[in-house]
């Protein structure tokens, strides 16, 4: 019998269900988010193994023919989500787009990590063998098309394409760049469907649309948006769950007897293990996010800073400031881990990714730890964000000081997260 908190995940996943794909929330998000559904698929795998796989199917079935995948799928139109297909006017399949609209970046690869943690919990290896080749694909895209000329790091060209859309971790670059005088005027949807001081600033919106701009007006030729794009920062977010998925990839290619591929994507992370110290901020101690161009690194602790468990890379030395900057915000917090660094310029903790608790990214942190063998965080970092869905409900961000839920209601992450790790039964069934 499935208890209270259970039940209401399994409601939120069915009824934020699409017919096989899932939004993250009603109204605010209203379409298939990559991440957020790779996510979705453990929860759903908790109840519903068929419909786990399927929301992986639907996803890769917006792939496009250079092997992106895209931030957004947009099935359908719904005005009520600003930017919208009309504004992102990608490529039709015939050249080179995918089946349908959808954003023209990309967003960050956990999927490889996760259709293993699906295949190795007991999954159907036909339905995981079947998506190895379109993965192989996004990964050979992420690759090529987003590591800049004369440079051997990947790279982000949009705060969107990190999943982290407003995390201070972006000033460097989003400082360095102009609004495009010429972007049309809009109007913004997410501070309809919710509070306004927990969303990304007007001057943030303008530049986002700048960058969506320079997109379209260079019909979505991913080199060139690579490399002369107006922004371009390496994130360690994006580093270490691509090396982490590059590793799954690696461990899927052995299990579907696709050792064909397998010195290929040895070599893509033999060249992240030797790109890992680009992200490596000697002032702050710190894996931090990047500006390409000039150098500049952000200048504050991140959750994706704590990411180098998970993609197990960085020194021993390395782990260990890590390490500390986690102890040092864990006396400063109620709830671990927010999202920014509580004692660096710009935290706020119910402003989107510059303070909030972020479910997924407690999840694969927490992984990554208990991996590593640092129980006691990683312990820590479970728990408290059960203790947030128990208090606040099954909110899109969580308030770190008062444990407040804020963003989304009924958000299906938050429930995925809740079924597959947070939940007794969960926690049962993995012991
Ligand atoms: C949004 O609309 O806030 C999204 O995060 C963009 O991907």
């Given at each position: 019998m499935p208890s209270n908190l259970d039940q209401q995940a399994i409601d939120i996943l069915r009824s934020n269900d699409r017919g096989g794909y899932t939004?993250?929330?009603?109204?605010?998000?209203?379409?298939?988010?990559?991440?957020?559904?790779?996510?979705?698929?453990?929860?759903?795998?908790?109840?519903?193994?068929?419909?786990?796989?399927?929301?992986?199917?639907?996803?890769?079935?917006?792939q496009w023919c250079n092997g992106l995948l895209p931030h957004i799928l947009f099935r359908q139109n719904d005005p009520d989500y600003f930017p919208g297909p009309s504004v992102w006017c990608t490529p039709n399949q015939q050249n080179g787009g995918g089946k349908f609209p959808s954003g023209g970046i990309?967003?960050?690869?956990?999927?490889?990590?996760?259709v293993r943690m699906l295949i190795e919990s007991g999954g159907?290896?036909?339905?995981?063998?079947?998506?190895?080749?379109?993965?192989?694909?996004?990964?050979?895209?992420?690759?090529?098309?987003?590591?800049?000329?004369?440079?051997?790091?990947?790279?982000?060209?949009?705060?969107?394409?990190?999943?982290?859309?407003?995390?201070?971790?972006?000033?460097?670059?989003?400082?360095?760049?102009?609004?495009?005088?010429?972007?049309?005027?809009?109007?913004?949807r997410d501070t309809v469907h919710s509070d306004p001081s927990q969303r990304p600033s007007k001057e943030q919106y303008d530049k986002y649309v700048t960058m969506i701009k320079f997109g379209r007006d260079v019909g979505w030729d991913q080199r060139r948006l690579t490399n002369e794009g107006p922004f371009l920062m390496a994130d360690p977010g994006i580093h270490f769950i691509l090396l982490r998925?590059?590793?799954?990839?690696?461990?899927?290619?052995?299990?579907?007897?696709?050792?064909?591929?397998?010195?290929?994507?040895?070599?893509?992370?033999?060249?992240?293990?030797g790109a890992t110290n680009t992200l490596w901020n000697p002032e702050l101690e710190a894996f931090?996010?990047?500006?390409?161009?000039?150098?500049?690194?952000?200048?504050?602790?991140?959750?994706?800073?704590?990411?180098?468990?998970?993609?197990?890379?960085?020194?021993?030395?390395?782990?260990?400031?890590?390490?500390?900057?986690?102890?040092?915000?864990?006396?400063?917090?109620?709830?671990?881990?927010?999202?920014?660094?509580?004692?660096?310029?710009?935290?706020?903790?119910?402003?989107?990714?510059?303070?909030?608790?972020?479910?997924?990214?407690?999840?694969?942190?927490?992984?990554?730890?208990?991996?590593?063998?640092?129980?006691?965080?990683?312990?820590?970092?479970?728990d408290d964000l059960t203790a947030l869905i128990t208090k606040s409900g099954f909110r899109e961000c969580f308030d770190p000081l008062t444990g407040e839920g804020c963003i989304g209601k009924d958000f299906s992450w938050t429930a995925a997260m809740w079924l597959a790790w947070l939940s007794p039964r969960a926690k049962t069934e993995a012991a």
């Open positions: 939004v993250p929330t009603a109204r605010l998000y209203p379409y298939q988010w990559n991440w957020d559904s790779a996510f979705v698929a453990l929860g759903f795998a908790t109840f519903d193994l068929n419909r786990a796989w399927r929301e992986l199917e639907l996803l890769l079935d917006g990309s967003q960050p690869p956990v999927l490889a990590s996760i159907d290896d036909s339905r995981g063998k079947a998506l190895f080749e379109p993965m192989l694909k996004w990964h050979r895209w992420y690759h090529r098309d987003r590591t800049p000329d004369g440079f051997d790091i990947v790279a982000s060209v949009h705060p969107w394409e990190t999943g982290r859309d407003n995390c201070p971790d972006w000033e460097p670059g989003l400082s360095r760049m102009a609004v495009d005088s010429d972007i049309e005027a809009y109007v913004r998925a590059d590793r799954d990839l690696l461990a899927l290619a052995k299990r579907f007897g696709r050792e064909d591929c397998a010195s290929e994507i040895q070599g893509w992370i033999a060249a992240a293990e931090c996010a990047r500006d390409v161009r000039s150098g500049a690194f952000s200048c504050g602790f991140s959750s994706a800073s704590a990411l180098c468990f998970w993609a197990d890379a960085g020194t021993d030395d390395q782990r260990a400031a890590t390490l500390e900057h986690m102890r040092r915000i864990q006396a400063k917090v109620t709830y671990m881990l927010p999202s920014w660094d509580p004692d660096a310029a710009m935290f706020e903790p119910q402003r989107y990714w510059c303070g909030p608790v972020w479910p997924q990214m407690n999840h694969i942190i927490s992984r990554g730890l208990a991996e590593q063998g640092e129980h006691d965080l990683a312990n820590r970092i479970r």
